[in-house]
C-alpha cells in the first residue's frame, strides 16, 4: 500500500523538538517583533529529511552568496504536491539528495539537517526550517516569493495528511502515515555526525533555539528598523490578510475535488 505521508523528520532520531512555530516571536539577531512563516524543528546534523507528500521537485537551491528570492535558505529543496494544492520547502540542508524536476513519494530522504543560510546567519545553530505555502491567486508557484506572504502554518497541513506534530515535536501518525527510518528507504544516516558541507566544524549537542530568527526580507528590516511597532501593525495586516485569501482558496478548491 502506498504510504501517503511522512514526518519531515525521524523522531526517533532524536526528540525532533519544535523550537519554534508558525507566527509572531521576537527575533534574536535583532531583538524586535518577527513574523516565522514556518516550523524550526531540532535535529542531529546530518539526520534524513523526508518529503512530506507526494510531488514534484520544483527547486533545489544551493548554498551560494546570491540567490534571488531565495537568500538565508541555504541548500533547500522545494517540492510541489500537485494532489493538494500546496507546496513544501525543506531548508538549511546540510546537502540534498534530489534533482530538479524528480518525482518523490511520501517518505523519501531528499536531504540532510544541517545549518547552511548563504551566510546570512553567522552561528545559526543547526536544524531543519519547513514551510507549507499556496499557489499565487493565479494558480502559479509561490515560490520564490515574499517571506510569509502565501504561507500557511505548516502543523494545519501536517494535521491534514494525518502527521500531527505537538509543541514538543512528538508526532502522532495516522493509519496510512510512512515510517521511514524503519525501512529501506533510509539513506540519509550515512552523513550523521560529519562535517558540514558549508565549511565548519560538526556542531556539537543542541542548542536552544528559542527566539531563532529565520529569513525575512529586506522590507520587513527597513520598516521595523525605524519602527517596529508601526511594522508590526502594517506587516502583521497584510500577512494576516494574505494568509486568510490564501486558507479561503485553499478551502474552496480542495471542497470542489
Known sequence: MECLASPPINPRLSPGR?????????????GLPSFHAGN???????????????GTVEHVLRN???TSGFTGYGNAVVIRHERDGVWTLYAHLARTHVARGQAVAAGDVIGAVGRTNNGKFPGMPHHLHF??????ADGS??????YGSFNMDPQVFLREVEVGCNWRGV???????????????????????????????????DPDMEGYEPPVEDWWYLITGSNWALGA???????TAAGAAALADYDRRRRRR
Not at 141 to 146: A, R, V
Open 40 to 54: 524550526d524543528f531540532i535535529s542531529p546534523y546530518g539526520a534524513p529529511v523526508y518529503a512530506v507528500r507526494r
Open 18 to 30: 519544535l523550537s519554534s512555530g508558525y507566527g509572531g516571536r521576537i527575533g534574536h539577531t535583532t
Open 64 to 66: 551560494e552568496p546570491v
Open 233 to 239: 501593525i502594517i506587516g502583521g495586516g497584510i500577512l
Open 131 to 136: 514551510e507549507t505555502r499556496f499557489a499565487r
Open 171 to 205: 508526532f502522532s501518525l495516522g493509519r496510512d502515515a510512512c515510517r521511514p527510518w524503519s525501512s529501506t528507504r533510509l539513506r540519509g544516516l550515512a552523513g550523521l555526525g560529519q562535517a558540514p558541507e558549508d565549511g565548519g566544524a560538526a556542531p556539537g549537542p
Open 141 to 146: 508557484s509561490p515560490f520564490p516569493g515574499p
